[in-house]
């Protein structure tokens, strides 16, 4: 409801303001991609309370004029993506951004397995093309792809794993009641 009214009141003290994003409603196995970050943070950015932070998702954004003139526009050079991380990145090392919890915006997240698995590995290439640039310097050491890489295939095993089991246990389910009702 107040999306823009919170941000511009952040505006009046940082030059970069920005809020959670949240996922509308959605299906068990979106609950889940939210829960795990995608997009922009996911729940778990929207439990952050409001201060100043170092990373903010461009999903929901607000910046003065000024930063563009100042750190310039996107870096259309990346094929699959981070071209918003790389953004961040620049403004961060120059001003403060501030996460304001209230300035909360929907966004719709990826709501099924094959879709989630074709945005993995374009975001995986992403993140190559973007360490590549920066070398070692990449700012959140668990988010590089040296560990990316493997945290992003254990959270699409558990996935799997996860979704078998509920498919199990539909089936056993299923056999019970027929024995028991037949």
């Given at each position: 409801k107040n999306?823009?009214?919170e941000?511009m009141?952040?505006?009046?003290?940082?030059?970069v303001?920005?809020?959670p994003?949240?996922?509308?409603k959605?299906?068990?196995?979106g609950y889940?991609?939210?829960?795990?970050?995608?997009?922009?943070g996911g729940?778990k950015r929207?439990?952050?309370?409001?201060?100043?932070?170092?990373?903010?998702s461009?999903?929901?954004?607000?910046?003065k004029?000024?930063?563009i003139?100042?750190?310039g526009?996107?870096?259309?050079?990346f094929?699959?993506?981070?071209?918003?991380?790389?953004?961040i990145?620049r403004?961060?090392?120059?001003y403060?951004?501030?996460?304001?919890a209230?300035?909360?915006?929907?966004?719709?997240?990826r709501d099924?397995?094959?879709d989630f698995?074709?945005?993995?590995?374009r975001?995986?290439?992403?993140?190559?093309?973007?360490?590549k640039?920066?070398?070692?310097?990449?700012?959140?050491?668990?988010?590089?792809?040296?560990?990316s890489?493997?945290?992003?295939?254990?959270?699409i095993?558990?996935i799997?794993?996860?979704v078998?089991?509920?498919?199990?246990?539909?089936?056993?389910a299923?056999?019970l009641?027929?024995?028991?009702?037949i």
């Amino acid at each position: 409801k107040n999306w823009l009214t919170e941000l511009m009141k952040s505006l009046d003290k940082y030059p970069v303001a920005g809020g959670p994003t949240n996922p509308p409603k959605t299906n068990a196995f979106g609950y889940c991609v939210s829960i795990m970050g995608y997009p922009a943070g996911g729940i778990k950015r929207a439990l952050t309370n409001s201060g100043e932070t170092t990373e903010l998702s461009t999903c929901n954004l607000s910046f003065k004029k000024e930063i563009i003139k100042k750190t310039g526009l996107f870096n259309e050079t990346f094929k699959f993506g981070v071209e918003d991380t790389e953004f961040i990145r620049r403004v961060s090392a120059k001003y403060k951004l501030f996460f304001n919890a209230q300035a909360i915006v929907y966004h719709k997240p990826r709501d099924n397995l094959i879709d989630f698995i074709k945005w993995w590995f374009r975001r995986g290439k992403a993140d190559v093309s973007m360490h590549k640039m920066f070398m070692n310097s990449y700012p959140f050491s668990l988010l590089s792809p040296k560990y990316s890489v493997l945290l992003k295939s254990i959270a699409i095993l558990a996935i799997l794993i996860a979704v078998n089991f509920i498919s199990q246990l539909f089936f056993y389910a299923g056999t019970l009641i027929l024995i028991l009702f037949i």
